[in-house]
Protein backbone atom coordinates (compact mmCIF):
# COMPACT_ATOMS: atom_id res chain seq x y z
CA UNK A 1 0.00 0.00 0.00
CA UNK A 2 1.57 2.90 -1.16
CA UNK A 3 0.41 6.38 0.73
CA UNK A 4 0.55 9.65 -1.11
CA UNK A 5 2.15 12.30 1.20
CA UNK A 6 1.12 15.86 1.25
CA UNK A 7 3.26 18.68 3.25
CA UNK A 8 0.50 21.53 3.61
CA UNK A 9 1.10 24.93 4.60
CA UNK A 10 0.52 26.42 8.13
CA UNK A 11 0.45 30.32 6.75
CA UNK A 12 3.86 31.48 6.37
CA UNK A 13 5.82 28.21 5.64
CA UNK A 14 9.75 28.17 6.17
CA UNK A 15 10.08 27.28 2.63
CA UNK A 16 8.20 30.28 0.86
CA UNK A 17 11.09 32.95 3.00
CA UNK A 18 13.80 31.06 1.19
CA UNK A 19 11.88 30.94 -2.70
CA UNK A 20 10.73 34.38 -2.11
CA UNK A 21 12.98 36.51 -0.18
CA UNK A 22 10.93 39.38 -0.51
CA UNK A 23 8.49 38.44 1.60
CA UNK A 24 11.04 39.45 4.88
CA UNK A 25 10.67 43.01 3.08
CA UNK A 26 7.13 42.87 4.63
CA UNK A 27 7.47 40.44 7.86
CA UNK A 28 10.14 42.00 9.38
CA UNK A 29 9.39 45.34 9.75
CA UNK A 30 5.76 44.75 10.43
CA UNK A 31 6.52 42.76 13.18
CA UNK A 32 9.18 44.78 14.50
CA UNK A 33 6.18 47.80 13.94
CA UNK A 34 3.84 45.61 15.87
CA UNK A 35 5.98 44.53 18.75
CA UNK A 36 7.49 47.86 19.46
CA UNK A 37 3.76 49.24 19.54
CA UNK A 38 2.63 46.92 21.96
CA UNK A 39 5.45 47.53 24.20
CA UNK A 40 4.65 51.40 24.37
CA UNK A 41 1.33 50.58 24.84
CA UNK A 42 1.76 48.46 27.97
CA UNK A 43 4.52 50.84 29.05
CA UNK A 44 2.04 53.60 28.67
CA UNK A 45 -0.57 51.74 30.84
CA UNK A 46 1.40 51.11 33.53
CA UNK A 47 2.41 54.86 33.61
CA UNK A 48 6.38 54.46 33.18
CA UNK A 49 8.14 57.30 33.09
CA UNK A 50 11.32 56.02 30.88
CA UNK A 51 9.43 54.55 28.01
CA UNK A 52 12.42 55.69 25.17
CA UNK A 53 14.60 53.93 27.69
CA UNK A 54 12.97 50.34 27.91
CA UNK A 55 12.34 50.93 24.04
CA UNK A 56 15.59 51.58 23.44
CA UNK A 57 17.15 48.34 25.79
CA UNK A 58 14.32 45.89 24.76
CA UNK A 59 13.39 46.25 21.32
CA UNK A 60 15.51 43.84 19.15
CA UNK A 61 15.69 41.96 22.29
CA UNK A 62 11.40 41.34 21.97
CA UNK A 63 11.26 41.45 18.58
CA UNK A 64 14.08 38.09 17.71
CA UNK A 65 12.59 36.27 20.44
CA UNK A 66 9.16 37.03 18.98
CA UNK A 67 9.91 35.35 15.68
CA UNK A 68 11.62 32.22 17.88
CA UNK A 69 8.47 32.28 19.53
CA UNK A 70 6.42 31.99 16.59
CA UNK A 71 8.88 29.38 15.03
CA UNK A 72 8.22 27.12 18.27
CA UNK A 73 4.79 26.84 17.32
CA UNK A 74 5.02 26.78 13.89
CA UNK A 75 7.20 23.68 14.34
CA UNK A 76 4.78 22.20 16.56
CA UNK A 77 2.29 22.24 13.68
CA UNK A 78 4.19 21.15 11.77
CA UNK A 79 6.13 18.69 13.47
CA UNK A 80 2.12 17.11 14.20
CA UNK A 81 2.74 16.01 10.29
CA UNK A 82 5.76 13.57 11.06
CA UNK A 83 2.49 11.70 12.75
CA UNK A 84 0.61 11.18 9.63
CA UNK A 85 3.20 8.64 8.53
CA UNK A 86 1.93 6.18 11.01
CA UNK A 87 0.21 3.03 9.58
CA UNK A 88 -3.57 3.86 9.14
CA UNK A 89 -5.68 4.27 11.00
CA UNK A 90 -3.84 6.48 13.11
CA UNK A 91 -1.85 8.32 10.53
CA UNK A 92 -4.91 8.32 8.32
CA UNK A 93 -7.35 9.95 11.11
CA UNK A 94 -3.60 12.59 11.60
CA UNK A 95 -3.43 13.22 7.99
CA UNK A 96 -7.25 14.16 7.87
CA UNK A 97 -7.10 17.03 11.15
CA UNK A 98 -3.73 18.18 9.56
CA UNK A 99 -4.81 18.65 6.61
CA UNK A 100 -8.32 20.49 7.92
CA UNK A 101 -6.22 22.46 10.24
CA UNK A 102 -3.74 23.51 7.17
CA UNK A 103 -6.47 24.60 4.80
CA UNK A 104 -9.32 25.68 7.23
CA UNK A 105 -8.74 25.47 11.09
CA UNK A 106 -12.34 26.04 11.46
CA UNK A 107 -13.72 23.12 9.55
CA UNK A 108 -13.09 20.22 12.21
CA UNK A 109 -12.94 20.98 16.49
CA UNK A 110 -9.63 18.61 16.26
CA UNK A 111 -8.57 21.26 13.80
CA UNK A 112 -9.24 24.20 15.49
CA UNK A 113 -7.99 22.93 19.22
CA UNK A 114 -4.48 21.57 17.19
CA UNK A 115 -4.16 25.26 15.50
CA UNK A 116 -4.60 27.30 18.54
CA UNK A 117 -2.74 24.69 20.57
CA UNK A 118 0.11 25.88 18.15
CA UNK A 119 -1.00 29.82 18.68
CA UNK A 120 -0.87 28.73 22.70
CA UNK A 121 2.93 27.12 22.58
CA UNK A 122 4.09 30.47 20.67
CA UNK A 123 2.33 32.79 23.03
CA UNK A 124 3.59 30.89 26.36
CA UNK A 125 7.17 30.96 24.80
CA UNK A 126 6.76 34.45 23.84
CA UNK A 127 5.79 35.35 27.68
CA UNK A 128 9.13 33.09 29.07
CA UNK A 129 11.36 34.86 26.13
CA UNK A 130 10.59 38.11 26.90
CA UNK A 131 10.06 38.17 30.81
CA UNK A 132 13.68 36.50 30.66
CA UNK A 133 14.90 39.18 28.34
CA UNK A 134 13.53 42.25 30.19
CA UNK A 135 15.64 40.91 33.37
CA UNK A 136 18.56 42.84 31.81
CA UNK A 137 16.49 46.01 32.21
CA UNK A 138 17.13 47.75 35.27
CA UNK A 139 14.02 50.65 34.80
CA UNK A 140 11.19 47.60 34.86
CA UNK A 141 10.67 45.90 38.32
CA UNK A 142 9.06 42.66 38.62
CA UNK A 143 5.15 43.14 38.05
CA UNK A 144 6.11 45.61 35.25
CA UNK A 145 7.65 42.60 33.53
CA UNK A 146 4.94 40.27 34.24
CA UNK A 147 2.73 42.71 32.90
CA UNK A 148 4.54 43.54 29.47
CA UNK A 149 5.57 39.94 29.03
CA UNK A 150 1.81 38.89 29.38
CA UNK A 151 0.56 41.47 27.00
CA UNK A 152 3.48 40.88 24.76
CA UNK A 153 2.40 37.04 24.88
CA UNK A 154 -1.26 37.55 24.36
CA UNK A 155 -1.39 40.61 21.70
CA UNK A 156 1.67 39.37 19.20
CA UNK A 157 0.93 35.44 19.59
CA UNK A 158 0.72 34.02 16.00
CA UNK A 159 -3.15 34.72 15.69
CA UNK A 160 -2.55 34.53 11.79
CA UNK A 161 -2.33 30.70 12.30
CA UNK A 162 -6.12 30.60 12.31
CA UNK A 163 -6.69 31.99 9.17
CA UNK A 164 -8.23 29.88 6.87
CA UNK A 165 -6.03 29.49 3.32
CA UNK A 166 -9.70 27.54 1.74
CA UNK A 167 -13.19 28.17 2.65
CA UNK A 168 -15.11 25.13 1.38
Not at 13 to 39: R, S
Not at 47 to 62: F, G, I, S, T, Y
Request: with cysteine; glycine share 6%.
Amino acid sequence: MNREVRLYNILLPIWILYFFPQVWIITLPGNLLIDCMVLLIALAVLKHAEKKAVLKRLWWKLWLLGFLADFVGALFLFGFWYLSLLPDPVGAWVEGVFSAAALNPFRTLPGFLYTLAGVAIAGVCIYFFDKRAMRSCPQLDGRQRHVIALTMAVVTAPWTFLIPLYID
